[in-house]
Protein backbone atom coordinates (compact mmCIF):
# COMPACT_ATOMS: atom_id res chain seq x y z
CA UNK A 1 0.00 0.00 0.00
CA UNK A 2 1.19 3.34 -0.49
CA UNK A 3 0.46 6.76 0.74
CA UNK A 4 1.16 10.32 -0.61
CA UNK A 5 0.31 13.11 1.76
CA UNK A 6 0.58 16.64 1.31
CA UNK A 7 0.88 19.65 3.72
CA UNK A 8 1.08 23.56 4.23
CA UNK A 9 -1.68 24.53 2.70
CA UNK A 10 -3.73 28.21 3.79
CA UNK A 11 -4.79 30.46 4.05
CA UNK A 12 -2.16 33.76 3.37
CA UNK A 13 -2.47 37.18 1.62
CA UNK A 14 -1.61 38.35 -1.48
CA UNK A 15 1.60 38.83 -2.10
CA UNK A 16 2.57 36.34 0.56
CA UNK A 17 4.60 32.98 0.38
CA UNK A 18 3.76 29.05 1.72
CA UNK A 19 5.74 25.86 1.24
CA UNK A 20 3.70 22.74 0.26
CA UNK A 21 5.51 19.21 1.08
CA UNK A 22 4.34 16.11 0.23
CA UNK A 23 5.90 12.86 0.70
CA UNK A 24 5.49 9.36 -0.14
CA UNK A 25 5.40 6.17 1.76
CA UNK A 26 4.68 2.54 1.64
CA UNK A 27 5.48 -0.19 -0.82
CA UNK A 28 6.57 2.06 -3.77
CA UNK A 29 9.62 1.45 -6.10
CA UNK A 30 11.75 3.90 -7.46
CA UNK A 31 10.26 7.30 -8.01
CA UNK A 32 10.77 9.04 -11.22
CA UNK A 33 8.63 11.72 -11.48
CA UNK A 34 7.13 13.70 -8.29
CA UNK A 35 5.36 17.14 -9.00
CA UNK A 36 1.62 19.04 -8.31
CA UNK A 37 -1.31 19.53 -9.94
CA UNK A 38 -3.63 22.23 -8.89
CA UNK A 39 -7.58 22.67 -9.72
CA UNK A 40 -10.41 24.78 -8.51
CA UNK A 41 -13.94 23.22 -8.60
CA UNK A 42 -15.91 23.00 -12.36
CA UNK A 43 -12.08 23.04 -13.79
CA UNK A 44 -9.54 20.51 -14.82
CA UNK A 45 -6.59 19.87 -13.22
CA UNK A 46 -3.57 22.13 -14.24
CA UNK A 47 0.07 21.24 -13.73
CA UNK A 48 1.76 23.49 -11.60
CA UNK A 49 5.11 22.21 -11.56
CA UNK A 50 7.15 18.49 -11.93
CA UNK A 51 10.66 17.42 -10.83
CA UNK A 52 12.18 14.41 -11.91
CA UNK A 53 14.42 11.62 -9.91
CA UNK A 54 17.38 13.55 -12.03
CA UNK A 55 16.69 16.77 -11.18
CA UNK A 56 15.07 17.97 -14.76
CA UNK A 57 12.10 20.51 -14.02
CA UNK A 58 8.70 21.95 -15.64
CA UNK A 59 6.85 24.66 -14.66
CA UNK A 60 3.38 26.04 -15.67
CA UNK A 61 4.11 29.40 -17.58
CA UNK A 62 1.69 30.86 -14.45
CA UNK A 63 4.12 30.15 -12.18
CA UNK A 64 7.35 30.41 -13.56
CA UNK A 65 9.53 32.73 -11.47
CA UNK A 66 7.27 32.62 -8.07
CA UNK A 67 7.33 28.84 -7.57
CA UNK A 68 10.05 26.74 -6.55
CA UNK A 69 9.81 23.01 -6.72
CA UNK A 70 12.57 20.59 -5.11
CA UNK A 71 12.82 17.03 -3.63
CA UNK A 72 14.51 14.84 -1.34
CA UNK A 73 14.99 11.74 -2.98
CA UNK A 74 16.26 10.03 -0.32
CA UNK A 75 13.03 10.70 1.90
CA UNK A 76 10.66 10.13 -0.86
CA UNK A 77 9.72 14.27 -0.63
CA UNK A 78 9.00 16.70 -2.91
CA UNK A 79 8.38 20.42 -1.91
CA UNK A 80 6.56 23.18 -3.68
CA UNK A 81 7.94 26.81 -2.45
CA UNK A 82 5.07 29.40 -3.39
CA UNK A 83 6.36 32.88 -3.08
CA UNK A 84 4.89 36.42 -4.30
CA UNK A 85 1.15 34.43 -4.28
CA UNK A 86 -1.61 35.82 -6.21
CA UNK A 87 -5.48 35.48 -5.67
CA UNK A 88 -5.52 33.39 -9.01
CA UNK A 89 -3.86 30.77 -7.39
CA UNK A 90 -6.18 30.04 -5.22
CA UNK A 91 -6.77 26.36 -5.72
CA UNK A 92 -6.65 22.50 -4.22
CA UNK A 93 -2.95 21.56 -4.69
CA UNK A 94 -2.32 18.06 -5.55
CA UNK A 95 0.72 16.09 -5.15
CA UNK A 96 1.58 13.16 -7.62
CA UNK A 97 4.29 10.71 -7.84
CA UNK A 98 4.99 8.05 -10.46
CA UNK A 99 6.45 4.89 -10.11
CA UNK A 100 5.67 1.78 -12.00
CA UNK A 101 2.23 3.78 -11.77
CA UNK A 102 1.19 7.25 -10.75
CA UNK A 103 -0.20 7.66 -7.30
CA UNK A 104 -2.55 10.98 -6.33
CA UNK A 105 -2.14 12.59 -2.88
CA UNK A 106 -5.18 14.11 -1.05
CA UNK A 107 -4.89 17.38 -2.33
CA UNK A 108 -4.46 20.66 0.16
CA UNK A 109 -6.27 23.94 0.21
CA UNK A 110 -4.36 27.00 -0.88
CA UNK A 111 -6.40 30.39 -0.28
CA UNK A 112 -5.03 33.62 -1.37
CA UNK A 113 -6.77 37.03 -0.01
CA UNK A 114 -6.32 39.77 -1.97
Known amino acids: QVQVVESGGGLVQAGGSLRLSCAAS????????MGWYRQAPGSQRELVAS???????NYADSVKGRFTISRDNAKNTVYLQMNSLKPEDTDVYFC????????WGQGTQVTVSS
Open 51 to 57: ITRGGTI
Open 96 to 103: YVISNRIY
Open 26 to 33: GSIFSINV
